[in-house]
């Protein structure tokens, strides 16, 4: 049995060539139609699509090969993001979904992200350590027939969904910069104008990287990291556009810059929504990670929501919308959740709802956020690299814990003072610690606070 590094805790990623191939990709097939076949003789429909990464086209085609020799009939839409592949399985009522797609990883990495039907996730406790035990044994069940395999297109199907979350008579005169990064997001964009053109709808569109090219020319998109940020940035302030929009790889995440090319923390943009959400529907439940709360319990309180706090991540963020039917979900790190989405993220979704509300309030970005920066300042996600982040937790703990008003570990450590707050949690994936800090109304204090749990940290590397 070989030992396949590729499968981690949520989805697919591996190098190419050594931990992911177009024969693991078979493998990866055939065990995925086998865990969907068993204990039944219905026939079984798997949606695949794949990013614009080099090979994704060779590992879809593989994965497809698989899938067929397992039983399973394939539709392939073709170039897509992630959250085509999620809506092409709820929309067309099949049993399940694989996006390739490394999002935003090196350019020698690919991926999976796969879900079963209703565009569940598929993730190490819901099936995919079983499909992993399969494709790592290379021995499956002899099936016949085989599946069948067709091309189809989703794109009108799902561009009407999209508009279906706005009114787009609501959309007043605008212009927004979009970097899809050379990523998938580029076509999604151009039929999005050509229906707004259609409708009338007056929004003027600068794009930015926007032609698909796997070789990345302008580097990898992940706005997430500062360094990624300056071509929107700066494309919104020479065009003196009203709102920037940057998107990674897969286009599961939308980064926003307000007029002045200024980068807005996810944060403060699961507010807005949730907000936005309230007033269309009172009383909703509304899901949050617990890095940086005190800004969206404000808003949805006021709002007369109900905010619910789940572990950081897609597949515990979905689970806990879908058991509290939550109307609407956001992280930190700009994934955005949406009930009418099958519980699933979307990055287009948000920048449609965020151009409504401007035109609806006619206002600013910087001013619908302003202010709730200044009465939620934050340090905003901050990494550091550790041997031991036990330790360096437990001292952080042994520090605060007699002037804490609450302690809570839904995720990592989160404690929280009477006017400042942190949650210290380790990666899934590296031996990183991540840091988030918020005060009330009190930068400074951000600042302080950052520098005195530094001083732990440094006191344990060595």
Known sequence: MENLTCFKAYDIRGRLGDELNSNIAYRIGRAYGQFLTQNTTERKTVVVGGDIRLTSEELKLALADGLMDS???????????????????????????????????????????????????????????????????????????????????????YVDHLIGYIQPENIKPMKLVVNSGNGAAGHVIDAVEKRFNALNVPIEFVKVHHEANGNF???????????????TSNAVKAHKADLGIAFDGDFDRCFLFDENGEFIEGYYIVG?????????EPGAKIIHDPRLTWNTIDIVTKAGGVPVMSKT????????????????????????????????DSGMIPWLLVTELLSLKDIKLSLLVNERMDSYPCSGELNYKVSDSRKIITDIEDKYSNISKNTDRTDGLSIEMNDWRLNIRTSNTEPVLRLNIETRNNIKLVKDKVLEIEEIIDRNVY
């Open 71 to 157: 039983g399973v009939d394939v539709l392939d839409i073709g170039l897509s993001g992630t959250e085509e592949i999620y809506f092409a399985t709820f929309h067309l009522k099949v049993d399940g979904g694989i996006e390739v797609t490394a999002s935003h990883n090196p350019i020698d990495y690919n991926g999976m992200k796969l879900v079963r039907e209703g565009a569940r996730p598929i993730s190490g406790d819901t099936g995919l350590r079983e499909i992993q035990v399969l494709a790592e044994g290379n021995v499956f069940i002899s099936v016949s027939p085989k599946g069948s395999y067709k091309k189809i297109s989703i794109l009108d199907e």
């Open 313 to 344: 991540g897609h597949a515990f963020i979905k689970e806990r919308m879908r058991s509290e039917d939550a109307i609407y979900g956001g992280e930190m790190s700009a994934h955005h959740y949406f009930r009418d989405f099958s519980y699933c």
């Open 272 to 280: 807005i929504l949730a907000e936005a959400f309230l007033q269309k």
């Open 217 to 231: 020319p302008n580097g990898i998109p992940n706005p997430l990291l500062p360094e990624c940020r300056a071509d």
